[in-house]
């Protein structure tokens, strides 16, 4: 089954450190792999995509991810977090479903401490 | 580039009643829309996806009389959920995207719908 899994419900950080958001991926073929940034009460907010060539991706706000191929993952990682950050992460995946479509994983909520 | 809106924002209706909610591209012709529902501190799940012109694609166990879906346009979907009941209090997310790139979803601000 085509599947996308964020591991942590929850990532706390201190601002000023670096944030690390898990993501694992399933499906068959070449993945398009996305992450997403949701504040309350309002839509999904594209941060990046890896579609294909480096394996690091740089995106919006200073968030950057690395797509490893080994290891199915596609990691969200910030080098210093900002309060503002705090949000609802999610990680996608366009899969093949029989046509195609896009899975979310269950999202990873951050919380940044000043 | 690539703002979607969606109409209302926020609404309140009463049981048994339907309401609409609008999906526009704005600066941007959208031949696919999407239609998600997120319930509180979970994901997003679709519901269906539509092609302007065409009958909507409902993902399994989502009801098409009851989520009726219409993209008479290339800037415009609509989401009418008839017949409402509290079950259906939800946040729904319209999402778009454009010919040729299906991957770039671009998504609108949601719209929260509260059923007494």
């Known amino acids: 089954a085509q599947s996308v899994a964020q591991p942590e419900d929850q990532v706390n950080v201190a601002e000023g450190n670096p944030l690390t958001v898990k993501c694992t991926y399933s499906v068959s073929g070449n993945p398009y792999l996305f992450w997403y940034v949701q504040y309350p009460n309002r839509g999904l907010q594209f941060l990046l995509k890896?579609?294909?060539?480096?394996?690091l991706v740089k995106g919006s706000y200073g968030f950057e991810a690395e797509f490893n191929k080994s290891q199915t993952s596609f990691h969200l990682k910030k080098p210093s977090a900002l309060v503002s950050d705090s949000a609802l992460y999610f990680c996608?995946?366009?899969?093949?479903?029989?046509?195609?479509?896009?899975?979310f994983g269950a999202g990873t909520r951050l919380f940044v401490k000043a | 580039g690539a703002v979607v809106s969606q109409h209302p924002s926020w609404v309140i209706c009463k049981s048994g009643t339907s309401v609409k909610i609008e999906c526009r591209s704005l600066d941007f012709q959208a031949t696919t829309m999407f239609w998600y529902r997120q319930f509180p501190k979970q994901s997003l799940m679709l519901m269906a996806t539509?092609?302007?012109?065409?009958?909507?694609?409902?993902e399994q166990g989502v009801e098409k009389d009851k989520f009726l879906i219409n993209h008479a346009s290339l800037t415009l979907s609509t989401l009418t959920v008839t017949s409402a009941h509290p079950e259906d209090s939800s946040f729904y997310i319209c999402s778009a995207s454009i010919s040729g790139r299906s991957y770039e979803q671009y998504f609108g601000p949601g719209t929260r719908l509260t059923v007494t």
């Open positions: 539509s092609n302007e012109g065409s009958k909507a694609t409902y």
């Open positions: 996608a995946v366009r899969a093949n479903t029989g046509g195609f479509k896009t899975i």
């Open positions: 890896y579609i294909t060539g480096d394996n």
